[in-house]
Each structure stands twice: as structure tokens, then as C-alpha cells.
Nanobody, 129 residues
Framework: QVQLVESGGGSVQSGGSLRLSCVDSGSTNTPYAMAWFRQAAGKEREGVAALVIGGQSVYLDSVKGRFTVSRDNAKHTLYLQMNSLKPEDTAIYFC???????????????????????WGQGTQVTVST
């Protein structure tokens, strides 16, 4: 069974940077896609960045140019490099994984929480002014 463990969250000032990590264990197979989601207090969970392993990446419009998603396959680790952080980036950040792809899907599905069956526990990111 896949287990996802996030780390790297913390408190930073506006304009600062953080790098989140997500180690996936429990499976020797390379997943099809992994993604980062976030959930701010009182808001719905939203997709931030997704990566088809060995393929495309997609981003939430508000983080394009500031966040970068990547994966080190040898380390089974997904990263989210977050630069130029803003107070509105404050949220709990979750890592998610999907082991295989359906025959057909639209790219927008990569940022849908319902598309991913496996989730980590989350790590808090707080950006202050």
C-alpha cells in the first residue's frame, strides 16, 4: 500500500521560499502521476501542481512562474519548490498519487482531488506579511 509523507512546511515572510518534499513508499512501481494540493482554512482543497511522471506538468494559474513541481525517481520523492510566496499561499499542503491512468482523461483532471486515491497527511505552510 502506498504511503505518502510530506515535509518541508513552515513559516516564512512574504517573498520567501520553501521546498516541500513528499516521499512515497510501499510500492516499487513508479506512479503515473503525483500532485500537490492545498487547503486553506474554511476553503475547499485545490490543486496546485501536478506531474505526470516522465511527462507534462500542470499548475494552478495563481502559482505559475512561482512554483515548480519535480520528482526524483531514485529517491521516490516529489518536490514542490515555492518561490515568491504570498500570504494567500498559506494553507495545509498535501501530496497525492495515482498509480495508473484511465484510457482517456482531460488534462484538467490532474488538478482534481477526486482523481487521486492516495494522500499524505499534509504539511502546514504559513506566509506572513
Amino acid at each position: 500500500q502506498v504511503q505518502l509523507v510530506e515535509s518541508g512546511g513552515g513559516s516564512v515572510q512574504s517573498g520567501g521560499s520553501l521546498r516541500l518534499s513528499c516521499v512515497d513508499s510501499g510500492s516499487t512501481n513508479t506512479p503515473y502521476a503525483m500532485a500537490w494540493f492545498r487547503q486553506a482554512a474554511g476553503k475547499e482543497r485545490e490543486g496546485v501542481a501536478a506531474l505526470v511522471i516522465g511527462g507534462q506538468s500542470v499548475y494552478l494559474d495563481s502559482v505559475k512562474g512561482r512554483f515548480t513541481v519535480s520528482r526524483d525517481n531514485a529517491k521516490h520523492t516529489l518536490y514542490l519548490q515555492m518561490n515568491s510566496l504570498k500570504p494567500e499561499d498559506t494553507a495545509i499542503y498535501f501530496c497525492a498519487e495515482r498509480s495508473s491512468a484511465p484510457p482517456y482523461y482531460h488534462t484538467s483532471a490532474l488538478l482534481l482531488p477526486s482523481w487521486y486515491p492516495n494522500w499524505g497527511q499534509g504539511t502546514q505552510v504559513t506566509v506572513s506579511t
